[in-house]
């Protein structure tokens, strides 16, 4: 199919034709209606009101990932967004996430968000408001994988094809660096073990708390 090469988000749900009456409800579009992929699950493909495209699946067969936050593999998903109030308030109708913000709000806007699991609440993804880093000219989900060693793994990368778009970095959350692979695959790669001490400046943000139903 005519697309761009992706690392696609898949967001977990009992129900994708549930998912996908909520996506249109609240502005998003479905490119993609839900369809079964054999016996392994149901899916559906959409995009958030401001373009950013992610995945929902509903698991039969196959549940999903089964090695995550380990070195090789993927350890965290955010969404990079054009609008950000706009995003928080789509996401939290859909999907019913709750936000945490830790950026300054004016030089660096970001949230966590979490959804209630029988009262056990922690941070399973993040929002950036991309505005505020310049140089976008869309919305989308970035997928990170994590590493034993940022600058061995960016090289590695670099050997293998794909262009350094960022870092390798310091940060709060990891030494950090987002790569694009030979195809046009964007993605992150980042060691957490390497990490920068920050000041506690997190608010809660309850304005977008939602139920899904």
């Known amino acids: 199919m005519p697309m761009p090469s ?3 988000t898949y967001i977990a749900a009992d129900s994708a034709d549930a998912i996908a ?3 249109t409800a609240a502005g998003g579009t479905n490119q993609m209606p839900p369809f079964d992929v054999g016996d392994v699950g149901r899916m559906v493909i959409a995009n958030d009101p401001i373009g950013a495209a992610f995945g929902v699946w509903q698991a039969k067969g196959h549940n999903g990932a089964g090695v995550f936050n380990e070195d090789g593999a993927y350890c965290w998903n955010e969404l990079h967004t054009l609008d950000y109030e706009a995003a928080k ?3 939290g109708k859909v999907f019913g996430y709750t936000f945490t913000e830790i950026g300054d709000g004016e030089n660096f806007a970001y949230s966590t968000f979490s959804i ?6 922690s941070s399973i993804g993040g929002i950036n408001d991309e505005t505020m880093m310049g140089g976008a000219e869309m919305s989308y989900w970035l997928t990170w994988f994590q590493v034993a060693d940022c600058d061995a793994a960016t090289t590695k990368a670099a050997e293998l094809g794909a262009t350094v778009m960022t870092g390798p970095d310091d940060s709060a959350f ?6 694009t692979g030979p195809q046009g695959e964007v993605f992150g790669l980042i060691d957490p073990t390497t990490t920068l001490a920050v000041e506690d400046t997190v608010v809660e943000d309850s304005a977008t708390e939602t139920d899904l139903e």
Do not use: I, K, L, P
């Not at 209630?116 to 609440?121: K, L």
């Open 174 to 179: 990891g030494r950090m660096s987002v790569v």
């Open 116 to 121: 209630d699991r029988g009262g056990a609440e």
């Open 89 to 91: 308030a789509f996401y």
């Open 6 to 8: 992706v690392w696609t």
């Open 21 to 23: 009456e909520e996506v």
